[in-house]
């Protein structure tokens, strides 16, 4: 794969902002990869589009293709669509104690085995008294092997009461859960092959009869095209709250981690990593992203290239304030820093004494809707009012202010935040001197 990849991506070796043709050609082989790592299609086209619209117009990193730059934009969408904020990844246990936990999914796909890692998880992570129940009442052994997998995880599972019907049980374990002082109880429940209404019906009796916290759909990794379908169906019908991914210490590259995060909008919450109950992981978007990609070495290198000339810049930069010089081309590539990485007190927060200049930095107030206006200002100037902003005088500044499309207003305020910053440059070199900045910096 990677090999035919190189191939189309020579072809775009072209340097500047990312076309259309560009990226499109670059995505044909994208479309392959998800698919091959089994991202079922309908979500395939979505994501595709998705890139498309961000990859347009983005500038290409020096030392990368652009087929590469791509790849790496490929991979960060992927990262922000199947990634979700910290909270949301997190088991669910804000409710009251006993706090219900619904395991749900088809057979086979590891439920018993996951509520005995979450259990034993839940146990020594997280200090909480568990127990589990099973609400598998179809297959003969299914109840007794809840048991066992309880007693690997050292916590309790409820009684088994042969001939006893899943809401039953399930009322049961809640009773138990409540009179033994139980924190969780994670109630294991029966899968089909196939889904079918006398399961969904089951389940959505049993989720009615104990209102789960978190009702976590078990998936196989290996599920494929079939993830859409699957996850739409318990969302729909019974209402998911997370996803668990198991046997991805097998084989399957995890497409399914993304069919099912696009179609349900759900948290993937845990992976199964082995049939060993301690192994269970929490979900980290970046490392499912490049199994999916399969790309991981052009992702890295991109990166590395794109921290090269961050450094590069930061050294430049670093070299000026040893100077104490700041002109108005030095601010135009502070800028177009900041706008690639976020945060110019960020840059300064780096640097040695700036506790006292933070207000000064902040006074400056430096915001990303600005940032543009002010690029184009400073790109309206001369070479000489660059390198030496006191030229500004009335009628420069009207003159720059209608070849920017900007104000006057505009045009002074920069001009005043040039000069704080020059300012605090000046206080930088007094204190810093060589060795303090430079190692700050590095
Ligand atoms: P259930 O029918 O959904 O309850 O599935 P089980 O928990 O009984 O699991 C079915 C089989 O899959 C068992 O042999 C488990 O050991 C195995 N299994 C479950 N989770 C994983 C996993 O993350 N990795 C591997 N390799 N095997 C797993
Ligand atoms: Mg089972």
């Known amino acids: 794969l990677s090999n035919r990849l190189g191939g189309v991506f020579d072809k775009l070796r072209k340097r500047g902002a990312l076309s259309e043709d560009d990226v499109s050609e670059a995505m044909r082989e994208v479309r392959v990869a998800l698919l091959e790592a089994d991202v079922a299609l309908p979500v395939v086209k979505d994501f595709v589009k998705k890139v498309k619209e961000r990859a347009v117009g983005q500038e290409v990193i020096k030392s990368v293709t652009p087929g590469q730059m791509v790849v790496k934009i490929v991979n960060d969408v992927l990262v922000e669509t199947l990634g979700a904020d910290d909270e949301e990844s997190q088991i669910n246990l804000r409710a009251e104690a006993p706090v219900p936990i619904l395991m749900v999914g088809l057979q086979g796909s590891g439920k018993t085995t996951t509520s005995g890692k979450l259990a034993l998880r839940l146990r020594t992570r997280e200090r909480k008294k568990v127990m589990v129940a099973s609400l598998d009442v179809y297959r003969p052994a299914a109840q007794k092997q809840l048991e066992v997998v309880a007693g690997q995880a050292e916590v309790d599972s409820l009684p088994i009461v042969m001939g006893e019907m899943p809401v039953a049980i399930a009322k049961r374990a809640m009773s138990e859960g409540r009179k033994g002082g139980y924190d969780v109880v994670i109630l294991d429940t029966a899968g089909r092959l196939h889904i079918d209404q006398e399961l969904m019906d089951e389940v959505a009796q049993v989720r009615d009869a104990v209102k789960p916290a978190e009702t976590l759909l078990v998936t196989d990794a290996m599920i494929g095209q079939d993830a859409v379908n699957l996850a739409r169906e318990f969302n729909e019908k019974i209402g998911i709250s997370g996803i668990v991914l198991t046997r991805v210490d097998g084989d399957a590259r995890g497409g399914a981690a993304l069919s099912m995060r696009a179609v349900t909008g759900k948290p993937i919450k845990l992976l199964g990593m082995g049939e060993k109950l301690d192994q ?30 961050e450094a590069e810049e930061a050294e430049k930069m670093a070299a000026k304030l040893m100077e104490g010089k700041f002109d108005m081309n030095d601010m135009l590539s502070q800028l177009r820093q900041i706008q690639k990485m976020g945060d110019i007190k960020g840059i300064l927060g780096m640097m040695p004494g700036i506790g006292k200049m933070q207000k000064q930095i902040e006074n400056a107030n430096i915001d990303d809707k600005m940032i543009k206006h002010q690029e184009a200002i400073i790109l309206s100037m001369t070479a000489k009012e660059r390198a030496n902003p006191a030229l500004m005088k009335a009628s420069r500044k009207k003159r720059v202010a209608a070849g920017s499309g900007t104000t006057v207003q505009e045009i002074n305020k920069l001009l005043k935040q040039h000069q704080q910053m020059a300012d605090v440059m000046k206080k930088m070199k007094k204190m810093g001197g060589k060795k303090g900045l430079m190692g700050a910096m590095s």
């Open 280 to 309: 269970l992981e929490g979900f980290h978007a970046d490392r499912i992203a490049s199994r999916i990609l399969g790309m991981g070495d052009v992702v890295s290198l991109v990166e590395k290239a794109a921290e090269s000339i």
